[in-house]
């Protein structure tokens, strides 16, 4: 018996690995992003691992291997889901041959999300199975019971650790490999082509088979009812291991029941568990998925029980769990007082900003735009979108006007331009995210003959996600080198009028790069290259010299958090200045020098 310390993302991997999984496709999204990076890292090239362009491209890549009878899994985070929700609808009426598991990490709280949407929503939705594991070592587990069901009943299924599982870290047995079939290849069929009388006659069948998947969740071992009494508490994902601790310590007589596969709901086994009780609490993240359906079968059985949750207040409607929140609510579920340290404040931490990284070349980009408009006295919208320039909202920069979701900034700014006119609008893009679905509103604007600056901010990586590869990087997630895509070439490509390339941390090219780009009448493009500093050496540390008037206008305008003031001066931190040289070219008396390492 092998023991490995694991986050809960790379035992999900190391459970794909051993379930025989011979397709990983993915777009990188906190919380998920580690899964596919940990089977690229510890598979024996005997598996194909890919960063896809997007989460559609990424589900339909491993539907096409599921075709064939191999088994796939696609990984994303639960906003990734929504780009992917037109391949997943339709791929739960054709089905899959091989195991398919879609592995959707959701974020409560949430750290890093547009949202806080809940994929088990998802799963009631599409009438696919979910599995939702509590910790580490059930997600290494699971994950192999997840791709059995797949293969039992013909269908994709839904796997959702959320972030307290995926970075967790435990102790996780590494078992002997799961034994599977022979790959098929793949087999001509009508089944394959999915026609409206073939999805009639399989949406009869997907609701068959969701109440036999029901009976055998009822059986599952990852669903549990635990001790004995008139109330009952049922906890889900992250929230039982707490739950399942706190009633440890308490004198009660309380029965517990462990949901660890949401949909389709077990219903026998949530039967048994409510007979004779009076009042049950249900503790569960994100949406009340699971006291909404206790409430319809108490309906649906005419059982008078009363069922507290979200829905009562009960427990908070939205954000992450603690130990701290699970604890009060059971305790005042049971009557019992809380234990004087409970009761205490919380240590309260200073509140640290969210800011672009010192050293940024983002923070020349928007500093370059924004000192052009000023210059030009033209007023302007600027349209964001996700990734680390979102940053760009903070003061001072204040460059982000609106943000939306994955490649909207271009596409909200035509919206824009339709109604007002009187103003320009730039849209800012990430390199990855220009890849993701920026390529389509740039199609969109010019086929519509919009006047849009689109600024792309390239560089070299998928930053925000942990520098993974994308097609403009010239190499791929197998480690082989490719053909690097151009970003200017697409855009000459899709038609776009006026194309300009610049270094943003040259300020007075950038500046002037910008100026000819919004002057220009249709849609226009700026790409400032410049690499992140995170993939990159320290250049030049600049300094503050002898001259300095003391007129803050380098912190007043680009708030690089290198710089600070020391005793009523502007000082500059040696250990955090990547010598961007922005600075430099912002102090008005040539007051800030720099010097070789």
Not at 253 to 281: C, G, Q, Y
Request: a neutral charge; one cysteine or more.
């Amino acid at each position: 018996m092998k023991i490995k310390l694991l986050m809960g993302n790379e035992a999900i991997a190391q459970g794909a690995i051993r379930a025989g999984v011979k397709v990983v496709s993915g777009y990188p999204g906190t919380p998920s992003t580690e899964v596919l990076e940990a089977i690229a890292r510890d598979n024996k090239k005997d598996i194909y691992v890919e960063w896809s362009v997007n989460e559609k491209v990424a589900l339909e890549v491993a539907a096409g291997a599921a075709y064939t009878g191999a088994r796939s899994l696609v990984t994303m985070k639960q906003v990734g889901l929504n780009v992917a929700s037109d391949p997943l609808m339709s791929l739960a009426y054709i089905g899959v041959k091989g195991g398919m598991v879609i592995l959707v990490a959701d974020d409560p709280g949430p750290i890093s999300s547009q949202t806080e949407q809940d994929t088990r929503h998802f799963a009631r939705f599409a009438h696919l199975p979910i599995f939702d594991p509590s910790t580490p070592e059930e997600a290494y587990d699971m994950i192999g019971e997840a791709f059995a069901l797949s293969e039992k009943f013909s269908t994709p299924v839904l796997f959702r650790p959320t972030t307290q599982v995926c970075h967790a870290c435990a102790s996780v047995e590494i078992k002997e490999a799961i034994e599977i079939k022979e790959i098929e290849g793949f087999i001509k069929d009508p089944k394959w082509v999915i026609f409206p009388k073939l999805s009639y006659q399989n949406h009869i069948k997907i609701i068959e088979n969701e109440t036999k998947i029901s009976e055998d969740f009822s059986k599952s071992i990852y669903n549990q009812i635990i001790g004995a009494g008139t109330k009952g508490i049922v906890a889900c994902g992250a929230s039982f291991l707490p739950a399942a601790e706190i009633l440890e310590y308490l004198p009660n007589d309380v029965r517990l029941m462990k949901i660890s596969t949401p949909h389709p709901f077990p219903e026998k086994l949530a039967f048994e568990f409510l007979k004779n009780l009076d009042e049950v609490l249900v503790i569960e993240e994100l949406d009340p998925v699971v006291e909404e359906n206790l409430l319809r079968m108490c309906g649906k059985m005419g059982l008078k029980i009363h069922i507290k949750g979200k829905l009562t207040g009960d427990l908070p409607i939205a954000g992450k769990y603690s130990y701290e929140i699970v604890r009060t609510a059971i305790y005042r579920f049971l009557g019992e007082k809380l234990p004087l340290d409970n009761q205490a404040e919380l240590l309260q931490i200073p509140i640290r900003p969210p800011v672009l990284c010192a050293g940024c070349p983002h923070r020349a980009s928007f500093y370059s735009v924004k000192m052009a408009m000023k210059k030009a006295k033209q007023r302007a919208v600027f349209t964001g979108d996700i990734g680390c320039y979102t940053l760009g909202n903070a003061k001072p920069l204040d460059m982000v006007d609106t943000c939306l979701c994955m490649g909207a900034g271009i596409t909200i700014a035509q919206g824009l331009q339709r109604v007002e006119d009187d103003s320009k609008k730039i849209a800012f893009i990430g390199d990855s995210t220009f890849f993701h679905t920026g390529i389509s509103g740039i199609l969109n604007a010019v086929y519509n003959e919009t006047d849009i600056t689109v600024i792309i901010l390239d560089n070299s990586t998928t930053a925000m996600t942990g520098h993974q590869p994308h097609p403009g990087t010239g190499k791929t997630m197998m480690g082989n080198l490719a053909e690097k895509i151009s970003i200017e070439n697409v855009l000459r490509g899709c038609g776009v009028g006026f194309i300009k390339k610049s270094n943003p941390l040259n300020y007075e090219d950038a500046m002037d790069a910008v100026t000819q780009a919004v002057n220009y009448k249709g849609v226009s493009a700026v790409i400032f290259e410049s690499p992140c500093i995170a993939v990159i050496k320290p250049k030049t540390i600049s300094h503050i010299k002898e001259n300095c008037i003391g007129c803050k206008k380098c912190l007043k305008e680009i708030g690089c958090p290198a710089m600070s003031i020391k005793e009523r001066k502007v000082s500059i931190q040696p250990h955090l200045c990547y010598g961007c040289g922005l600075c430099r070219n912002i102090c008005p008396v040539n007051a800030i020098g720099g010097e070789k390492e």
